[in-house]
């Protein structure tokens, strides 16, 4: 039997950093990508679609998109099992698909053949969520759950307790909120514990390959990261050190990121020491990017490769800074000398 398990997928999530036109087109395909999650369920064969919350990111998202998403579900042949997370509690449905599988308090449990599913929202998320109940030994486990565990004993709101659930049976604990994701981690003497990581990232803070876990129960259970985001965010460190001017800075950024694909995000920091004679002029460098990148941030934490020591015994304004930044660490003073000078010099500053 193969199952999917996915979870923090934000869909209707406001986009930052992009213009309104972008952000709608990268909006309305973030939830393209989860139906066509739903069709490769069905061309894959797959009976199980787990929904480990935070499915919407808020729980009144518009009817729009609830239609959408509740017909994409009806239209797939999988069982789908949905739980809340901390960002779309409460959320209601228009309708509730024959295929569609909601845990609420958790005090049921669905079976699929040789499997059973268990799951809570996450208002119940608290402890080992299974209210004091153990999983029947002879099937295998699924349970769903969204927020953060802990290895020890514990009773807060929204943390899962690794130990209890290690003694309840449960093969393989199906987690959403880390969106970054982490790989398979023993749980008691006979589970796993996962977090499938989010579906598409929706900025600079979610970079790297982003998708979905698909299990298969045969004997035992084998799990494999699948990447199935459309695009996504790169953050890149960039030493310009030695150039002279932004278009060669401009060369050296691009020659860096040639091999990233054009509808990709990129977030460039800009390192090294640059000459207070060419100054780091960050709009340009920027938008010049914007014509090779869908989405394009750039920092610049140059700092200038002057002495400021040779100000010491200045009787100016720059004399007077480098006296009074002399009391600051190291590397906090040439930050702070670099951001002063270039401010005397009437530069453009990136603080
Ligand atoms: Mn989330």
Redesign the pocket.
């Known amino acids: 039997m193969k199952i999917i398990h996915t979870?923090?997928n934000?869909l209707g999530a406001p986009l930052i950093g992009l213009s309104p036109e972008k952000a709608k087109a990268r909006s309305a395909e973030l939830t393209q990508t989860f139906l066509r999650l739903l069709r490769f369920a069905d061309k894959e064969g797959v009976e199980a679609i787990f929904l480990c919350?935070?499915l919407f990111d808020t729980p009144n998202p518009s009817l729009a998109l609830l239609r959408e998403v509740t017909d994409g579900i009806a239209a797939c042949k999988a069982q789908v099992f949905f739980v809340t997370?901390?960002?779309d509690d409460g959320v209601a449905f228009p309708y509730t698909p024959a295929n569609f599988h909601r845990f609420d308090q958790g005090a049921k449990s669905y079976r699929l053949g040789s499997v059973t599913v268990t799951g809570a929202d996450y208002r119940y998320v608290q402890g080992d969520c299974l209210r004091g109940g153990i999983l029947p030994a002879e099937t295998c486990n699924f349970l769903l759950l969204h927020g953060d565990v802990r290895q020890s004993f514990s009773y807060g709101k929204g943390e899962i307790d690794l130990s209890a659930l290690g003694q309840k049976n449960v093969d393989y604990l199906a987690l959403?909120?880390i969106?970054g994701g982490t790989e398979p981690r023993r749980l008691g003497g006979r589970g796993t514990y996962r977090y499938c990581g989010?579906l598409e990232g929706h900025g600079f803070d979610e970079c790297g390959e982003k998708g979905f876990v698909l299990i298969e129960v045969a004997d035992g259970i084998r799990q494999t990261f699948l990447p199935f985001a459309s695009r996504a965010y790169h953050e890149i460190s960039v030493d310009v050190s030695g150039t002279e001017s932004n278009p060669q800075r401009i060369e050296k950024i691009l020659a860096k990121t040639e091999n990233l694909p054009s509808k990709d995000g990129i977030k460039i920091r800009l390192k090294g020491s640059v000459a207070l004679s060419s100054p780091v002029h960050l709009s340009s460098i920027q938008s010049a990017l914007e014509e090779r990148f869908f989405h394009v941030k750039t920092e610049d934490e140059t700092r200038e490769n002057i002495d400021f020591s040779r100000y010491e015994k200045e009787r100016t304004v720059k004399g007077e800074l480098v006296r009074l930044a002399s009391r600051l660490p190291e590397e906090e003073r040439a930050r702070v000398l670099t951001i002063a000078f270039r401010a005397l010099n009437g530069e453009e500053l990136d603080v």
């Open positions: 979870a923090d934000h919350g935070d997370g901390n960002h959403g909120h969106h989010c």
